[in-house]
């Protein structure tokens, strides 16, 4: 077993010999974490949202330290199953929170989640890549739509301004409309603004893409 492996499983055993709010527990964590993040052993990839899941694997990690058993896995593949775990998450948490944004545009779409269509692969990839893709196209705006759709004719107050705001923090929109310093009376439309003229812009790249499928949008009744 590599050195760093037995160094690991020592300052588990270490640390649980501790009480949980202890200055002798905290050390062997501390300890532990650094060894890790040191040795480059740990999952890691490019996703936006590894940071806040690698926070959320250690914290765990911290909170349920007498969880980990010595005989089935090593620590960094214990903390690995975690990450992983948490990733996927965020992972659904994300399209998700996507998917309820495009449905706004039309809410008589049948629109159908991809994350249903892939429920019988464990592989959420494809989840990934359409997420990916989606906030690529939002931050590259390369046709320059999202950043020509303003709010009452100020640039500032863009389609792509407030996508980045909205997905995926939802960035309550008091708090948008504080931002930019807006009118109680601006700030109520700024709303209706973004599900009439920026939302559809987004079904629209759902389509272009083919994440939605137009032949599912029923027309309203006359």
Not at 40 to 66: F, H, I, M, P, V
Not at 88 to 116: A, C, G
């Amino acid at each position: 077993m590599d050195n760093i492996h037995v160094q690991l499983r020592q300052l588990v055993a270490e640390a649980c010999t501790y009480p949980p709010e202890s200055v002798e527990r905290r050390q062997r964590l501390n300890q532990m974490i650094r060894t890790i993040m040191r040795s480059g052993k740990l999952w890691r990839e490019s996703s936006e949202y590894y940071n806040d899941a690698l926070q959320e694997t250690w914290e765990y990690c911290c909170g349920n330290l007498e969880e980990y058993d010595p005989e089935r896995a090593s620590v960094i593949t214990w903390l690995d199953n975690h990450l992983k775990k948490r990733l996927r998450t965020w992972r659904d948490r994300k399209y998700r929170q996507l998917n309820r944004q495009v449905s706004l545009s039309n809410p008589e779409t049948d629109f159908t989640d991809p994350i249903e269509r892939v429920a019988a692969n464990p592989d959420l990839q494809p989840v990934l890549e359409i997420w990916d893709q989606t906030t690529e196209w939002v931050n590259r705006d390369p046709d320059r739509v999202l950043c020509k759709t303003c709010f009452r004719n100020c640039p500032e107050i863009n389609c792509q301004v407030l996508f980045q705001k909205r997905f995926p923090s939802e960035t309550p929109w008091n708090d948008i409309a504080s931002d930019f310093d807006l009118t109680p009376a601006e700030a109520k439309d700024l709303p209706k603004f973004y599900n009439r003229k920026c939302l559809p812009l987004l079904r629209e790249f759902g389509i272009s893409q083919g994440y939605l499928d137009p032949s599912k949008t029923r027309k309203k009744r006359q």
